[in-house]
């Protein structure tokens, strides 16, 4: 029993494995489509893929020609998240980084599910999501308007000034959303975090698009 919960935690212990299930938490992917976004070979992808894949991690499907991968359960979630919790406070690089390039872009309190599920019934905030295209299409939050971090200085005229926003991207440290807060406050908007991204607001149950 011991050797087979050894055997997940072999699969995990690598970074850009990872990398690579923040990626397919958004949605299926491609082992091209993933080693594209990570900047790995294809052969090296397709080793991490494999070695996930037999730890239980992953699960994949033909579509046409190509072999689609993704999680094979919210679980992996909840095991990333313990993880991530683990080395907050146990690693003092970890908790470096985060007190040092995180929080100098945005120490305000993010908002949290619930609030924003609130905020959202009443109408009060713009949600925008900061992801690729490509990640927008698989699924993101009702109503959220996709700009993605590289294309959003050159369209701050399509982001209301006169309402609050709520920005997220892949998870709680995706650097997508610490970037675009840091811009449009900058700027001048009124803008807050969403406490993690779009994997943990759909494993919650929350209403998908």
């Not at 900047?39 to 239980?56: E, F, K, V, W």
């Not at 919210?74 to 007190?99: F, M, S």
């Not at 009443?122 to 009702?142: I, K, N, S, Y």
Request: hydrophobic letters at 45%.
């Amino acid at each position: 029993m011991f050797a087979g919960f050894a055997e997940v935690a072999k699969a995990l212990g690598q970074g850009h494995r990872l990398e690579i299930l923040e990626l397919l938490a958004q949605g299926e992917r491609s082992v091209e489509a993933l080693a594209e976004r990570a900047g790995l070979s294809i052969a090296n992808a397709s080793q991490h893929l494999r070695l996930m894949r037999r730890a239980g991690l992953l699960v994949s499907r033909r579509d046409g020609k190509r072999i689609l991968y993704g999680l094979s359960g919210p679980a992996v979630l909840d095991l990333i998240a313990a993880l991530r919790r683990v080395a907050e406070q146990n690693l003092a690089e970890v908790r470096e980084l985060i007190g040092g390039y995180f929080h100098e872009r945005d120490a305000l309190e993010p908002v949290g599910r619930r609030e924003l599920v609130r905020r959202l019934k009443d109408g009060l905030v713009t949600v925008l999501d900061v992801r690729p295209e490509d990640e927008f299409a698989a699924g993101h939050l009702p109503n959220a308007v996709n700009i993605p971090l590289r294309d959003l200085a050159q369209r701050l005229r399509e982001i209301p000034k006169s309402r609050e926003i709520v920005a997220y991207c892949r998870g709680p440290y995706c650097v997508l959303a610490f970037e675009a807060v840091a811009l449009l406050r900058s700027r001048g908007f009124k803008i807050r975090r969403l406490e993690d991204g779009y994997p943990e607001w759909k494993a919650a149950g929350l209403p998908v698009e």
